[in-house]
């Protein structure tokens, strides 16, 4: 593992692969004093682990900067955010942690995105 490490990282942190990456996804929900954040982001995390995904639910009390610094530092292949902006529009925010490319997806085409996704991953 160190040597994995060692070859695959960058300023910010690891950068795992879907093989040897310790979860497939890091769930960061953002603002937990807000109950729709803390509902919509504990449904999404019993949807992924029923469809047999391994998650990261990063459901601390932290600023939103913290968790994603931490996201980054421990390197999943996919980062998932769920916060008031893009909640508002039934949409969350989808990161791939080894390109930095960000989308937004609706909250009902997630699974199927990500099914998508680890196909190129």
Request: glycine fraction near 4%; include cysteine.
């Amino acid at each position: 593992m160190a040597c994995y490490v060692e070859q695959n990282h960058d300023d910010k942190g690891i950068i795992w692969n879907k093989v040897l990456a310790p979860f497939d996804i890091h769930l960061i929900a953002l603002n937990m004093k807000n109950e729709n954040i803390v509902s919509t982001s504990e449904k999404i995390y019993n949807d992924l682990k029923n469809f047999g995904y391994e998650v990261l639910f990063d459901d601390r009390d932290a600023a939103a900067g913290f968790k994603f610094n931490d996201a980054d530092l421990l390197g999943m292949p996919v980062q998932i955010v769920i916060g008031e902006k893009k909640l508002k529009d039934n949409k969350c925010e989808v990161k791939i942690r080894k390109t930095g490319a960000r989308f937004d997806v609706e909250l009902s085409d997630l699974v199927p995105k990500l099914k998508d996704l680890s196909q190129t991953l």
